[in-house]
């Protein structure tokens, strides 16, 4: 079933799409939403109890902050990269789809990983512990690359200038951006830190990456900022505890010869 513009208005009881900020279609049997490309206001929205198997129409509700698909047909934890540059989500409710039955522990990590904005997820409060052991052990999810063209303006096919370093770094700190519920950086905004590359040289992957976090720093709030701070010292503290795990480990090795 399609959700069309009479049954949103009259659920809503408003008069146009664009003055829609709730809805409530809990048990709908529906499987068509491509009408949110058209509702960009809506701010708290519940689709549970339908057959919707994909996120892709809601990409552009840039205000939505509540969001409730309890019992769908979500097949794949890749449906969340569409709520990734949903800065103000703060609220998602997934559990009963698919893709959370595997590894329901796994699925939660990924989950944070990816939308680590989340306050609540499948109505439990989401903490900062969780948030720094996603880092670690949730699965970073990919977009699915866009079309294409098959060559540029200089004769030499797009794919090719991936290996550019403005690119490349450009990618890194949009990546991070959409996982932070961020909005990407258009090319004429990003700054280039790096000369070009020789032919055949190898990208530095970790200097570019810190680039990117550097540059998108600036662009958090407080809130945001002591998220990252916590994430960071979970992380510091993971790692000098494996350090210390490792040296024990050499001593005892030591020891025995």
């Known amino acids: 079933m399609k959700l069309t513009r009479k049954l949103v208005l009259s659920r809503a009881k408003a008069s146009d799409l664009e003055s829609v900020k709730k809805l409530n279609c809990w048990g709908c049997s529906l499987t068509d939403i491509s009408i949110f490309s058209e509702i960009p206001n809506i701010e708290v929205l519940t689709l549970s109890a339908n057959n919707i198997s994909s996120l892709e129409h809601i990409s552009s509700c840039h205000n939505l902050t509540e969001l409730y698909l309890r019992r769908n047909d979500i097949?794949?934890?890749?449906?969340?990269?569409?709520?990734?540059?949903?800065?103000?989500?703060?609220?998602?409710?997934?559990?009963?789809?698919?893709?959370c039955e595997a590894d329901p522990a796994k699925y939660r990590l990924t989950v944070l990983r990816n939308l680590p904005g989340l306050h609540k997820l499948d109505n439990q409060v989401v903490t900062e512990e969780e948030l720094a052991l996603a880092l670690d052990e949730g699965e970073e999810i990919i977009t699915p690359p866009g079309p294409i063209s098959a060559t540029s303006t200089n004769g030499l096919?797009?794919?090719?200038?991936?290996?550019?370093?403005?690119?490349?770094?450009?990618?890194?700190?949009?990546?991070?951006?959409?996982?932070?519920?961020?909005?990407?950086?258009?090319?004429?905004?990003?700054?280039?830190?790096?000369?070009?590359r020789e032919p055949g040289a190898t990208p530095k992957k970790k200097s570019h990456t810190l680039e990117a976090v550097l540059l998108l720093l600036k662009d958090l709030d407080v809130e945001e900022l002591k998220i990252v701070q916590?994430?960071?010292g979970n992380k510091l503290r993971a790692r000098s505890r494996q350090k210390e795990k490792e040296k024990e480990k050499e001593k005892d090795l030591i020891t025995e010869l």
């Open 75 to 99: 097949q794949d934890l890749s449906e969340l990269s569409h709520l990734r540059n949903l800065s103000s989500l703060k609220v998602l409710w997934l559990a009963e789809n698919p893709c």
């Open 157 to 196: 096919a797009e794919a090719d200038s991936e290996n550019d370093p403005l690119n490349y770094s450009m990618e890194e700190t949009n990546t991070i951006r959409a996982q932070l519920g961020m909005k990407p950086l258009p090319r004429d905004k990003f700054p280039s830190f790096s000369s070009p």
């Open 230 to 232: 916590s994430a960071t």
